[in-house]
Every structure is written in C-alpha cells, then in structure tokens.
C-alpha cells in the first residue's frame, strides 16, 4: 500500500490548527523530558569519571598510624617492604592540603620527583611532559585547570607564594598546568619537586606522607596484604576496593535526591498521561465520527492520531535531549551540578566529561514517547471503535 | 438499490431499553428521491446511520446496492461509505478551523488519489456548489448559508450514488431552503439517490419526491 501523505499532511495541520494547546503540551512534554534527561546525564558522568579513577587508582595504599591518627611513614620502611613476595614497587608519596585563604579553597599538593615513578599514570603523563629537574632548579610547578583560574582571579598570573610550616615565603613559578584526563582529582592539583613539598609542609625529608604499593598480581593482594600487618602492625592498608566502595557510598546517597526528583518529573509525566486517558474531549470526539461518517477507516483515523502524537512526542524528546546535553556539557549544570558535586569538598570546579550513554538515552525514550503515544491512541481507538450515528442526529 | 427488512433499532442504557425503530422494511429505488418525516425522536437519524453503516440493526436487515451493509465490518463498512454514500449533517460539522477547500478534500484523504485528481474533484464540487471564491477562507468565518453549501460539496466530492441528508434545512431560512431544494433536484436529474429526513413542510410537496415515509415512534405510519 502507498504511503499516504495527505494523511501525515493532515496531522502536521491539525497539530497547528490546535495551537495553543499543541504548545503547551510540547512544552510540558519537553520540560519533563529535560529534568529527567539531565538527572540521568549527570549522574551517569559521575559514575562514569569514578569508576575510571578508580580504575587508575593504585592497589594497595598504606598509611602509618599512631595513636589513632595518621602519621608520617619513615622512609627506611620502603626496602624492606619491596623485599615481601609479590610487590612490583613501593612509591612514597609527599602530598597534602594547601589551603588558599583568599579564595577560601584546598588545593591538594603533590611532590615529584624525578627519578621515581608517579603512582598513577595520568600523572606520569603529565610529570613526562616536563623537566623536573629544571622544575627543581627554578622552583616551578605544574597546576591544574582549576587551580590556574583560581589563581589567575587572584592576580597570581605566573608564580605563587605558599606560606611555609614555619612561616617564611616560599615562591612557585607556574611553569604550566594540566587538563588530566580525570578532572575530578586533577583540576585542584599542584605538582611540585619533593624537596619544594618537603619545605611547605615542613615535613622532614626521610619521611613520606604514604605509600603506595603496586602488586605484580592481584590475585596476591590478600596475602600481601597480610605479610604487610605482619611486619608493620601499626600500618593501614587500603585497598582500591575500599577507597571504590567509599566512593560509591558517597555518591549513592547524593543520588538519592536526584532519584526523588526523577520520581517526582516522571510523576508529573504519568499524571499527564492519566489525564489523557481518562477520555478526550467531545469536541475530539465529535470530529472522530465526522471524518468516520465521511468514510475514514479507523485504520484511517488511528494512524493520523500516531503521526500527531509521535510528531508532538518525538519532537520534544529530540529538543529535550538537545537542550538538556547542552546544559550539562556545554554550560555545566548550572543549579543541578552543585547538588551533585558537593561530595568533592573542593572548591575548584571541575568539568563533567561527556559521556554518552546510549542504553540510557534508550529508556529514556521508552520511557517518553511510547507511554505518551499510547496515551494518546488508546482514547482515540476507543473513540473509534463507537458506532459513529451520534453526529447523524 | 436501497432495501431494509424487517429493522428493529434498540438502545439500552441502564436504565431503560429504547426502540428506536420497530419492524421497519422499505425499498428504494435507484435515482429515487425519498423524504423522511416525523416527530423529533421518531427515528429519521436512526435510519440514516443505519444506511449509511454507521450503526447496525439490532435485527433485520439493510441491504444497500446489493451489499448487506448491517453485516459489514470495518474497514469495509468505512469503504462502503467512501464510495457510495455522501452525507449532510444537520448542524453541517464542518471542521472550523479547517479552510473551506481542507474540508470539502476530507472524504478524499483516504483515497490517497494523485495530488491534481484531488484538486481537479475539489475545484469541480466547488465550482457547482458556488463556493470557489470563498475556497481558502475558514469555515468559521462562513455565513450559514455558504456553510450549507461547503458541507454539500463535501457529501459530493467523493461522486457517491446516495446522498444521505439529516435536516438540511433546519437552520436555514425559507431562500436559502428554496436554493437547497433546487440543488437536490439537480442532483436527482443527475441519477443519484437522495435520502433526506427532515420536518420542513417545504419538501412534502415536491413533484420530483417519489416516495414519504412517516415515522412515529419508530414505527412507519406509511
Ligand atoms: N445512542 C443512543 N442511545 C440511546 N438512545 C438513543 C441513541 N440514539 C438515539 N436514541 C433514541 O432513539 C430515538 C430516535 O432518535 P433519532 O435521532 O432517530 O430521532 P429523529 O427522528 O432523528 O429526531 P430529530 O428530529 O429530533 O432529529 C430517540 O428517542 C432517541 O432518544
Ligand atoms: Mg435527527
């Protein structure tokens, strides 16, 4: 059978000779569509950036405590540490807080050095791509994104001065910044040399602040894990999957809010729905049995109400997912991110990667255009299938 | 042509069971012109919808050009009606917010005809109805007289055997109704048949009339 034109011509027309209300349906079908549509962007671009630090996280990280309290882990420990079975490598870490009191902001502090290996490989990339030597010669470092716009705000275009542990000035030259792939961690970050970090912090330099410990096999990770306790009782290790399930608790609990506005948006969206069931109007009515009467088939009538809606429908849920896309990942969420990325406890913003998740954009569209199609066809059939004698009368 | 046996119409609410029509058999001819009259809540509209397969008998039989419309189903019955039967309703219902020429093409979408057969047909039942120069306007900004005229051109459009006419005249005044009539016998001298249900005196002498049935209470009086 040929296709037949007129009828889709008839459906875009009526959808206009409508007017006011095709509008206010449109609108309301795209604003829903939106809420949810962004909820489920930035969630999904969270838990997407977690699970990919995770991923890069090291195995096994291990802090020393004394008294309840983390302390600094003495750098005699790491020999005998490589010499347990199993461990690839042992790295010190020098890292910590600066708080910048102007903007009232942490930057986290990480020293490099540059005979030894970084603990993640984002950040060897970045260490690679400059001289730590001459970093060390001229006391430069690297910032991230987030930190060079901080301080550019506050008129440090190209050095900074920390405060040291013991009061005295110590100036930084920006030598350049990073865009890391994981911009959750990486944008308040500050790579300098150890020895810099040493000296901010007032950290002695036989001292780490951890250790991180990379396993040849993960299989391993329970025994070594064990034989660490044994020669170092006072040591706390933790695990990559410690640190995922902290993670995931956080953001399970921030998610629970923007699950209650899901559940309120696709509420409204149902209620709408109902509404719709519940009958049409008998003007709607009227002109089913009219166009009935003068020899349209409910095969006729039916699809013209599927193209009407499918094109209302289809319509807003393609400007929806437009508009909402647009918000996330080009203008940042503004008004719903801050809900979501409080958990960070920094400052420095942070950029929602793009992250396009087909399933999900799948169900959404389950979840839209065919509830409301069938909201729409469902009265319509019913309406059809009378006996169309009530406009003979 | 046109052939009811023995038709029985009931509706039952919940509340009561009404016989719309009891027993009723008649024959009409083809090119016939056939008035119905009687009382409002006679049965007039009910033997239209039932001609017309917009509604089915609750016994009986309806038999239009050979085919038993009562046993017809969609999409036949819509089919049927697609090609022989042009209706006039009695308040018109055209569609107002659709033009004058969207609604005279209405009958014609299902038929998924060329774009130039459709507009030649449009122009056609237009020029005879004498509303081409209003063909763009909106319905509900016609006089009564010229919506009269778009719902005849509709009824026209699809070239239909039967013209079925529920008051035609009903809201029109004594002029317009005299222009009606005259359209009607034009159209019996064009061969179709012509089923009009109304109460206006001006149809019960006509000379082209070729049969009256007088319903009441659903029962045919003649
Ligand atoms: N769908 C329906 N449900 C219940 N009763 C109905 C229905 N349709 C028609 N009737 C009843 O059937 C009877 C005949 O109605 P019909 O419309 O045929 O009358 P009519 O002769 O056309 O009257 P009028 O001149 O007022 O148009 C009336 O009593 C009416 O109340
Ligand atoms: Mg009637």
Redesign the pocket.
Known sequence: MKFNLYLLEFALFSLIRKGAKTLFVFLILTFLIFLLASVLFISDAIKHELNVSVAHLPELTLQRLQAGKQVNVPLKRVEPLLEIEGVASVIPRVWGYYYFKVAGVNFSVVGIDAFEQSYKESLQKVVDAYDVKALEKESGMIVGAGVKKILEENYYQDFFNFVTADGKWKRMHIMGSFNADISLQANDMILLPKKSAYEIFGMPENEATDVVVKVSNPEEIPTIVSKINQLYPDMRVVTKEDIRVSYQNIFDYKSGFFLSLFVVSAFTFFMIIYDKLSGLSSEEKREIGILKALGWSMDDILKERFYESFILCFGAFLLALALSMAYVFFWEAPLLRSLFVGYSTLKPSFELPFYFNMPMIVLLFLLSVPVYIGSVMIPSWRAAMLDADEV?? | MIVLKNVCKCYETEAQRIDALRDISLHVKAGECVILKGA?GSG??TILSLIAGLSKPTTGDVVVDGKRISKLMEPFSAHFRRENIGVIF?RYHLIATLSVRDNIALPLIPENLSAQVMEKRVEEVMELCAISHKSSALCRHLSGGEQQRVAIARALVNEPKIIIA??PTANLDAVLSEQFIETMYDLKKSGVTLLI?THDSQFFNLLFVDQQIELKNGVMLS
Request: charged share 45%; net charge neutral; glycine share 0%.
């Open positions: 003979l009368r | 409002s007039k509209s009695q529920d008051e249900a």
